[in-house]
T-cell receptor, first 112, second 112 residues
Framework: DQQVKQNSPSLSVQEGRISILNCDYT??????FLWYKKYPAEGPTFLIS?????DKNEDGRFTVFLNKSAKHLSLHIVPSQPGDSAVYFC???????????FGKGTKLTVNP | NAGVTQTPKFQVLKTGQSMTLQCAQD?????MSWYRQDPGMGLRLIHY???????DQGEVPNGYNVSRSTTEDFPLRLLSAAPSQTSVYFC???????????FGSGTRLTVV
């Protein structure tokens, strides 16, 4: 039973446009959410996180939105750049637990 | 600042062999974890530790052992390698669950 779902395996956008990556979760006990970016042959890199007490968190070009009632979060990248091309993983935990649960990832391609 | 260092980067084992994947961090992080990533899958937690002398099982612990004798090191032992353990293994560390984990660059393991 997949507790964190990223239903789009891939996404392609034009440089300068907005990229929106989506993530759904089923475990209502999850209260901390993170996004990671991964380039080939490298480990994941932490991007941004959000606690369930918030519905939005921004860091530069990256914004994460959380809709607790829908059990849905999204990562917005504006403007998208070719260097953003990578696989993006959504992850969740209960109470900031060390036990992160990851989605399967979405491969983002930003075309020049 | 080395961050999280994993060795080896690549390894081929025969079925039934044992080996240890090494992981070291120099950030004085208490939390350390091991994940595996398989094609089309997200990262799955194998074992984790919240401090020296304290370890626990994650989602997919069977066939693996860990110990944490120092804050810096968190080795993962494969007891008797099986083809199903062919995967990319990532070690990660963090101050706590409310901080993003720092990942190593991974060990690609093939069991034949």
């Amino acid at each position: 039973d997949q507790q964190v779902k990223q239903n789009s395996p891939s996404l392609s956008v034009q440089e300068g446009r907005i990229s929106i990556l989506n993530c759904d979760y089923t475990n209502s006990m999850f209260d901390y959410f993170l996004w990671y970016k991964k380039y080939p042959a490298e480990g994941p890199t932490f991007l941004i996180s959000i606690s369930s007490i918030k519905d939005k968190n921004e860091d530069g070009r990256f914004t994460v939105f959380l809709n607790k009632s829908a059990k849905h979060l999204s990562l917005h990248i504006v403007p998208s750049q070719p260097g953003d091309s990578a696989v993006y993983f959504c992850a969740a935990s209960e109470g900031g637990s060390e036990k992160l649960v990851f989605g399967k990832g979405t491969k983002l391609t930003v075309n020049p | 600042n080395a961050g999280v260092t994993q060795t080896p980067k690549f390894q081929v084992l025969k079925t039934g062999q044992s080996m240890t994947l090494q992981c070291a961090q120099d950030m004085n992080h208490e939390y350390m974890s091991w994940y595996r990533q398989d094609p089309g899958m997200g990262l799955r937690l194998i074992h984790y530790s919240v401090g020296a002398g304290i370890t626990d099982q994650g989602e997919v612990p069977n066939g693996y052992n860990v110990s944490r004798s120092t804050t810096e090191d968190f080795p993962l032992r494969l007891l008797s390698a099986a083809p199903s353990q062919t995967s990319v293994y990532f070690c990660a560390s963090s101050y706590s669950g409310y901080y993003g984990y720092t990942f190593g660059s991974g060990t690609r393991l093939t069991v034949v």
